[in-house]
Antibody
Framework: QVQLQESGPGLVKPSETLSLTCTVS????????WSWIRQPPGKGLEWIGY???????NYNPSLKSRVTISVDTSKNQFSLKLSSVTAADTAVYYC????????????????????WGKGTTVTVSS | EIVLTQSPGTLSLSPGERATLSCRAS???????LAWYQQKPGQAPRLLIY???SRATGIPDRFSGSGSGTDFTLTISRLEPEDFAVYYC???????????FGQGTKVEIK
């Protein structure tokens, strides 16, 4: 069974770069899409971006100028970098696998996030 | 950009009652792109429903999803104590490829 584990510093200073890694275990990172999602304290979920195992990416337009997601297939990991952080970036950060699954009968595709990491809290403070 | 609006914000019900949660999109959404998640305090979201109406693996049949176009519904037929949580709808937008979440509905014990 595939499991995801986020890791990285829990405290980042304002204006610095937040860096997190998600390690995939119990399965291969290949042939799937992988996402980062965050949740500020007491608030809802915000999608940050995704990467395909081949390296192609797409980001939330509201964060695009500050976000970089990369993948290391040899380590079965993918990573998030968010630059120029402020207190508004304080959140629980989740990594997740998203599936693009074809319905073989009707020929359309389902999209959903089926496996999530437990999340890691990142606080931006001096 | 498609906006998902969930209602009500909070639903106060007793165990055994039926819960009906709404997710309305600002423009038409493909049903195959609509999913529902459950989140309990201190936990990651858990996939309940994908394709608007298909239950994920291991999800009890008291959870059901329906809807099309701009209006989608998550129904919990009889609330169990473990169902009290926050529920989010989510849609995948293909042009450009993006993901959007609703703001969530909290189902609390009355």
């Amino acid at each position: 069974q595939v499991q995801l584990q986020e890791s990285g510093p829990g405290l980042v200073k304002p204006s610095e770069t937040l860096s997190l890694t998600c390690t995939v275990s119990g399965g291969s990172i290949s042939s799937y899409y992988w996402s980062w999602i965050r949740q500020p304290p007491g608030k809802g979920l915000e999608w940050i971006g995704y990467i395909y195992y081949s390296g192609s990416t797409n980001y939330n337009p509201s964060l695009k100028s500050r976000v970089t997601i990369s993948v290391d297939t040899s380590k079965n990991q993918f990573s998030l970098k968010l630059s120029s952080v402020t207190a508004a970036d304080t959140a629980v950060y989740y990594c997740a696998r998203y599936l693009r699954e074809e319905d073989l009968i009707y020929g359309y595709y389902y999209y959903y996030m089926d496996v999530w990491g437990k999340g890691t809290t990142v606080t931006v403070s001096s | 950009e498609i906006v998902l609006t969930q209602s009500p914000g909070t639903l106060s019900l007793s165990p055994g009652e039926r819960a009906t949660l709404s997710c309305r999109a600002s423009q038409s959404v493909s049903s195959s792109y609509l999913a529902w998640y459950q989140q309990k305090p201190g936990q990651a979201p858990r996939l309940l429903i994908y394709g608007a109406s298909s239950r994920a693996t291991g999800i009890p049949d008291r959870f059901s999803g329906s809807g099309s176009g701009t209006d989608f519904t998550l129904t919990i037929s009889r609330l169990e104590p473990e169902d009290f949580a926050v529920y989010y709808c989510q849609q995948y937008g293909s042009s450009p490829p993006t993901w959007t979440f609703g703001q969530g509905t909290k189902v609390e014990i009355k």
